[in-house]
């Protein structure tokens, strides 16, 4: 059996390789959560819209209920307005400290699609330690 002996060529084509295909996981690594992130935030916007439909309904069942309450459909669709004008300007002086819940959720919300795993069955300790011990393995070959 011949003996191979060290090659630089080979070792720098290797270790282009390497390279390559670590930019490609990076960029696998980016769309995956990337997508995580875009799919929960198509599901948040499909949850604001159906509730704000169901504020929408729920507000003219209150119109209706306080009309037949107080005699007057306008009288109630009035008081259902006062409500919601309230509850307008509470949210006016409560402002920063709402925004700053608000940002706080969205953050965490984010970093956790972000830093959460899309494949649990592949361990990135493990893979990194296959991936050294493979080029240990080609190098001393190469020797």
């Known amino acids: 059996m011949e003996e191979e002996k060290f090659s630089?060529?080979?070792?720098?084509?290797?270790?282009?390789?390497?390279?390559d295909t670590q930019l490609k996981l990076l960029q696998l690594k980016g769309l995956?959560?990337?997508?995580?992130?875009?799919?929960?935030?198509?599901?948040?916007?499909?949850?604001i819209v159906f509730t704000?439909?169901?504020v929408f309904?729920?507000?003219?069942?209150?119109?209706?209920?306080l009309g037949e309450v107080?005699?007057?459909?306008a009288l109630g669709f009035l008081l259902t307005g006062v409500i919601f004008f309230v509850l307008v300007l509470l949210i006016r002086v409560f402002e920063p400290s709402l925004e700053r819940i608000f940002?706080?959720?969205t953050i965490r919300k984010v970093?956790?699609?972000?830093?959460?795993?899309?494949?649990?069955?592949?361990?990135?300790?493990?893979?990194?330690e296959k991936i050294k011990s493979s080029i240990n393995e080609e190098?001393?070959?190469?020797?």
């Open 103 to 105: 940002m706080n959720f």
């Open 57 to 65: 309904f729920c507000s003219l069942a209150l119109g209706f209920y």
């Open 70 to 73: 107080l005699e007057s459909n």
């Open 52 to 54: 704000l439909f169901i």
């Open 139 to 143: 190098f001393t070959e190469n020797k």
């Open 8 to 19: 630089l060529s080979g070792t720098f084509q290797k270790g282009k390789e390497y390279v």
């Open 32 to 47: 995956a959560k990337g997508s995580r992130i875009m799919g929960s935030l198509v599901l948040d916007v499909v949850r």
């Open 111 to 128: 970093t956790s699609k972000w830093q959460g795993e899309e494949d649990d069955d592949i361990d990135e300790d493990v893979m990194d």
